[in-house]
């Protein structure tokens, strides 16, 4: 059976791995996990114990954590393809520089806002303060990314990387969170991002979040519940 990826809703990381199969073409299945559901169903722990998005159950049965882990797995699977390069290659190493950025500094600016935003009895100072400290580093992270794409058309320059699909899902932050006028600041960065988002893969992953009918043109073989694997993950 094809590998199955275990997405994430509302606002996941795991948009990105979506985006990532369908650039790459491969034969894949979907896995929902509504992440407000609380408890997650306890089937999702022995592919996670940590209960997070993205994951990844390999063919062969092997559960792959870590949007990190996941992607350069992928990449694995088609080395020297246009979004594969061969590891040991200066554009291999720029690829993976690029994703550790993306998944630490770029991810992590987003922890005290997320923080804000999901503190139910937290008081009025603390969330402002936490705001305030996640918009300020996030404004960092987008004016480092709007100069990079200043002269390039994609984040690793004139080429689109694996790196473009993992932040298709965590750019959409930025505006999710009303945290500026992302155009009139970041010009360079609005300007990468409006192309992401008319990228056919980025609207297919936008449906496939939403639950609404998606046009696949990569590789994707349905979705597949828990219950359904079961025979895979006990063997």
């Not at 073409?25 to 509504?34: I, N, Q, W």
């Not at 994951?55 to 954590?65: F, K, M, N």
């Not at 882990?69 to 720029?94: F, H, T």
């Not at 945290?179 to 960065?189: A, I, K, N």
């Amino acid at each position: 059976m094809e590998p199955v990826l275990f997405y994430g809703v509302p606002q996941g990381c795991s948009f990105g791995s979506i985006v990532a199969l369908e650039w790459l073409g491969l034969p894949y299945r979907l896995c929902r996990v509504e992440m407000l559901e609380q408890p997650w169903d306890p089937l999702f722990a022995r592919i996670n114990p940590l209960n997070k998005t993205p994951a990844l159950l390999t063919e062969s049965g092997q559960p792959v954590s870590e949007s990190l882990a996941i992607l350069l797995s992928l990449a694995g699977r088609n080395p020297g393809g246009e979004l594969c390069p061969v590891q040991g290659s200066p554009e291999y190493d720029r690829l993976s520089q690029m994703l550790a950025y993306l998944v630490t500094d770029f991810f992590g600016a987003f922890a005290p806002l997320w923080a804000a935003y999901e503190m139910a009895d937290g008081d009025d100072t603390t969330k402002a303060v936490l705001r305030k400290t996640g918009t300020a580093d996030v404004r960092v992270q987008c004016a480092y990314l709007d100069g990079l794409l200043r002269d390039r058309h994609w984040l690793l320059g004139e080429r689109r990387s694996l790196a473009d699909a993992y932040f298709a899902g965590v750019s959409r932050w930025v505006e999710y969170m009303k945290l500026f006028d992302l155009g009139r600041e970041f010009p360079h960065l609005q300007r990468y991002l409006l192309k992401l988002k008319a990228d056919p893969a980025i609207t297919f992953a936008r449906a496939i979040e939403d639950g609404v009918p998606a046009n696949s043109r990569g590789g994707f073989k349905g979705h597949v519940t828990l219950a359904e694997l079961v025979p895979r993950l006990a063997a």
